[in-house]
């Protein structure tokens, strides 16, 4: 098993109930298929480097999860699939990148904004 990390960006014409029905149902997908949720969290809208389909912000989400390799290409069909689904991306996790987001979590308990913890 291994670890992965996927942040997604959302249409920014949702409301925020219809993101988080999003975000449900591909932590859902990723249960159904075998994997384990392990962290997931809201980013908010946020605006983007550069215009994606004519939209210049979007809804950041990441969901940390683990599971098998098999998982992820079956996942990022169902994010092509959905039209709400801007952008996403996913990365393998390895040590390095495990211990910087548990201590980014640990900052994030305490109060702090998530854009400081990645500093």
Do not use: C
Request: glycine share 6%; proline share 3%.
């Amino acid at each position: 098993m291994n670890n992965y990390e996927t942040v997604f960006i959302l249409t920014p014409v949702l409301s925020e109930d219809q993101a988080k029905e999003a975000v449900k149902k591909f932590e859902g997908e990723v249960k159904a298929l075998g994997g384990k949720l392990q962290h997931s969290e809201s980013w908010g809208l946020k605006k983007l480097a550069y215009p994606i389909q004519k939209k210049t912000t979007g809804f950041y989400f990441l969901i940390e999860f683990e599971g098998e390799g098999s998982i992820i290409s079956e996942l990022e069909v169902s994010f092509k699939r959905d039209e709400r689904i801007m952008r996403f991306l996913t990365v393998k996790m390895d040590s390095d990148h495990k211990a910087w987001a548990e201590k980014r979590k640990s900052r994030m308990k305490k109060g702090a904004k998530p854009e400081a913890a990645d500093a």
